[in-house]
Structure formats: structure tokens, C-alpha cells
């Protein structure tokens, strides 16, 4: 296939990252790309729908793996998975060997192993620069929903519709299932049962990098999990913080011990990211050094800072990210140019095991198998019959509404065309009655 011909439809399918920030796919797809990287790692805590999608879904997955890399001239494929997805290497070893050019490579339990930068460097012992692209490195990365979405648009012709979600936590039969985008959270919680906890606080995405969110919240193509707690849990708790009292804590507690900094996957690969530094500079109002505060632009924001490593239990993550915040705000941009310092030798012994970061978080005890559920569960429970899709669920511009109230629609029919730039477009999720349209959201019900 030609690559035009490949970016154009992935992005008139919609297609982002299925995570994370959902970087459009279509610019992803660069003929500079040596390496294409299939991302199986997870990265986060309870999370369960990359390894049992693929297992499910393996030869569609590597056929269009093998199909995105000759289409950009890659010299190999890589999929990066952890060692102990047994089921998933199973499958994948069924059909890896029609694929030469194709390889596995096993990844430690450790966390955050799914964050683009470590993950490229496990791989292909490639460093990106901070502040850097992939592509500046020859690498493309894609997860393995992002690579079957792919398959269901040049295969199947379906666009990006629906979303894969893990939902675990205090629920009585915790499920992994594929949603209509736009899909409440209360709605989407219901397909795992009765919810055990006394006052239900939900926790949208992973439990590291995730936010709370109420139950009018709605799914959109970057959601992977929802993990319902109770207000008490300490999780909810620190996610309940005030800055203020933060920076507060950080003065009078923080004791320069510098474990922050040294557990630092960013650091160990030679970013100049030092949080104890900043932690010091913050709670002290001490600006002497801007490039404390400059640095924390290439922060991940994995939160194994305050989350694991902080014997104190301070909260330098959120409060970089406070500060990134404002940086961008007020027109700041990264540093440029910066050149990695060597990767650390010491960083392999310093990987944070995924079990041990769960039982840390208080979360041990919801690491259900919350099985993936095929994908008509969700039409036939008949739990789902209003949907609010937003025209922003990607990195980029917004789409830009093609429909009004009052418009019947199909599920797959495009209601949003690309906005301008970086941008994809955006399609019904379920058959219906556009009930409203702003330059936010449409809402579609059933007829």
C-alpha cells in the first residue's frame, strides 16, 4: 500500500492512540521509520486489554503490524511485551513466524515499561533526546488496540466506534469489554455488576496517571480502564490534593534525600529531570536556577515519585505538573536542544516491579483476570442508549461538527469532519437521533 494512501485512511478513520495522549496515527506513518514498535506492556497497574486483545486477536494484529511496516519501509517489527503475558506469547507464537522481519522482545514487570521513552530504549537501546520524537530515532510507536483498529478499517472498513475498557476495583464482576465512544461512566460500570463500595469514586484510566472523574463522564478513544474505590482510599485521597498544602508539606518535610530522583525512569536515560531539585527550588520559592523549573517539560509524569519512592509521602509529580501547567500558559516551551547525559548503568537495578508498585498503591487486591468479553456484549446487555461524543479526543484540533439536531444517524456514519491541522475525524458510535451539537460534544440517542 502507499503510504498517502495509508495516512488518509487512518485518519478519515479516526484513528489515535488508543492511550496516553492520542497522538493521531496517521502522522505516526514516516517512511524515516527503521523500527515499528508494537506496545503490549500495559504500563499500568490492573490494566488488562492490550495483552487480551491481542491474545484474542493475534493473527489480524501481526498480519497488519507486518502490513504497517512494509508500507513505511521499516527494516523490523518489534513487540514489546512482558514476560509473564504467557497466554498472549502463546498466541503470538502461532503466527509470529510467517513475519521474518518480526520479533518479540520480553520486557521486565516493571513500571512505567509502557512509557514510549523506556520502552523505545528496552527495545531497540535507542535514547530519545528529551523533548524529542520518536521518528527523530527511527522508531514509530503503536499499542495493540491502535494496531487492530488499524486492521478493522482496512479490513472491515470500520472506524474508530467504540473503545476497549478494563473495569476492576470495588465491583462485583470485574470485565473487560468494547463500549460505544461516549458511553457514561456510570453506564460503562454497570456491564461489572453491582458496585461494592459505600461511596463510589471513579478512577478513569489507569491508577498512576489516571483522574477522577463523576459518572457523567463519558468514554472517548484514549480511555482504558475505569477503576471504581471508595472515597476513603488512600489512592482517592492523594488524588484529592491541595496544592497549596503540597508545596506546604514539601518545605517543612522534604528532606533531600534525592530516592525521587534516583527512581526516575526519565533520569536513568539521561533526561534532565531531578525532582528533588525542583522539590527544593518549589517549596522554597528559590528561582535562582530556571532550569529546575525549565526541566520539568520532559517530566512523564508517571508519578512514581510521590506514588512509590517519596518516604515522605510528598507529591512532587503533581506539583510539576502544576508548574508545566503554567509554564505552557504562559508561553513557555521546552528547552531545546538538550543533549541526554548518559544512560545510568545503575538503572536496571532500579526498576519499580509492577506487584510491588500495586500492593504500595493498595490495589493488590483488585488485580481480578476481568475478562475481555466479545465485542456484541455490550449491544446485547442493552445497558447503553444515550451517548455524548466529544469533537476534541485527540492531540491536535478539534473535529468540527457535520450534523444538527435532529439528524438521523448509523453507527459508523462520519458526524465530524477534520479540523484544521493536526486533527482526524470523529464517528457515530451507535444508531440514533442527534439530540445536540456544539463545538464540545454531540449528543446521539436511540430513536
Not at 504467557?86 to 515499561?113: E, N, S, V
Not at 503540597?246 to 527512581?263: G, I, N, Y
Request: overall charge neutral; proline content about 6%; charged content about 25%.
Amino acid at each position: 500500500m502507499e503510504i498517502q494512501k495509508l495516512k488518509q485512511i487512518l485518519q478519515d478513520s479516526g484513528i489515535v492512540g488508543a492511550g496516553g495522549a492520542g497522538f493521531p496515527t496517521y502522522a505516526k506513518v514516516d517512511e524515516r521509520a527503521e523500527v515499528i514498535l508494537m506496545n503490549c506492556a500495559e504500563c499500568e497497574p490492573l490494566l488488562k486489554l492490550h495483552r487480551q486483545l491481542l491474545e484474542q486477536r493475534a493473527e489480524e494484529i501481526l498480519r497488519t503490524f507486518d502490513e504497517i511496516a512494509r508500507t513505511v519501509g521499516a527494516k523490523e517489527a518489534v513487540i514489546g511485551i512482558k514476560k509473564e503475558y504467557k497466554a498472549t506469547l502463546k498466541a503470538i507464537d502461532r503466527y509470529i513466524d510467517a513475519y521474518p522481519d518480526m520479533r518479540i522482545q520480553l520486557l521486565d514487570g516493571a513500571y512505567p515499561m509502557g512509557d514510549e521513552v523506556v520502552l523505545i530504549y528496552e527495545a531497540t537501546g535507542r535514547v530519545i533526546r528529551p523533548g524529542g520524537l520518536p521518528i527523530e530515532e527511527g522508531v514509530a510507536v503503536f499499542n495493540v488496540e491502535t494496531v487492530y483498529n488499524i486492521y478493522r478499517a482496512l479490513e472491515e472498513n470500520t472506524p474508530v466506534i467504540d473503545k476497549v475498557v478494563t473495569i476492576v476495583g470495588e465491583v462485583e464482576h470485574p470485565v473487560t469489554v468494547r463500549v460505544p465512544l461516549g458511553a457514561s461512566i456510570k453506564d460503562v460500570t454497570a456491564y461489572a455488576g453491582k458496585t461494592l463500595a459505600k461511596d463510589p469514586v471513579y478512577l478513569v484510566g489507569g491508577p498512576m496517571m489516571g483522574n477522577l472523574a463523576d459518572e457523567t463522564a463519558v468514554v472517548t478513544k484514549t480511555t482504558n480502564a475505569v477503576i471504581v474505590l471508595d472515597k476513603s482510599h488512600p489512592l482517592v485521597q492523594r488524588k484529592n490534593r491541595n496544592p497549596a498544602i503540597d508545596l506546604k508539606r514539601a518545605a517543612s518535610s522534604c528532606c533531600q534525600c534525592e530516592t525521587c530522583t534516583s527512581l526516575c525512569p526519565r533520569h536513568a536515560l539521561g533526561h534532565p529531570i531531578e525532582p528533588h531539585k525542583f522539590m527544593r527550588s518549589a517549596a522554597n520559592q528559590d528561582f535562582q536556577d530556571t532550569n529546575v523549573f525549565l526541566n520539568t517539560m520532559f517530566c512523564s509524569s508517571c508519578g512514581l515519585c510521590e506514588n512509590f519512592s517519596c518516604p515522605q509521602g510528598l507529591s512532587p509529580r503533581s506539583l510539576i505538573a502544576d508548574y508545566k501547567a503554567g509554564l505552557r500558559k504562559a508561553g513557555v516551551k521546552p528547552p531545546a536542544g538538550v543533549v541526554p547525559a548518559p544512560v545510568q548503568e545503575s538503572r536496571q537495578y532500579r526498576k519499580v516491579p509492577e506487584e510491588r508498585l500495586a500492593a504500595r498503591l493498595g490495589l493488590a487486591r483488585y488485580d481480578a483476570e476481568a475478562p475481555l468479553q466479545k465485542d456484541s456484549y455490550w449491544k446485547e446487555q442493552n445497558l447503553i442508549h444515550k451517548v455524548k461524543i466529544m469533537m476534541s479526543q485527540h492531540i491536535g484540533a478539534p473535529a468540527v461538527a457535520e450534523v444538527h439536531a435532529g439528524t438521523e444517524v448509523k453507527r459508523g456514519d462520519r458526524i465530524a469532519a477534520c479540523g484544521n491541522g493536526l486533527s482526524v475525524a470523529i464517528h457515530a458510535s451507535m444508531d440514533g437521533i442527534v439530540r445536540e451539537v456544539t463545538d464540545k460534544y454531540i449528543v446521539i440517542t436511540e430513536r
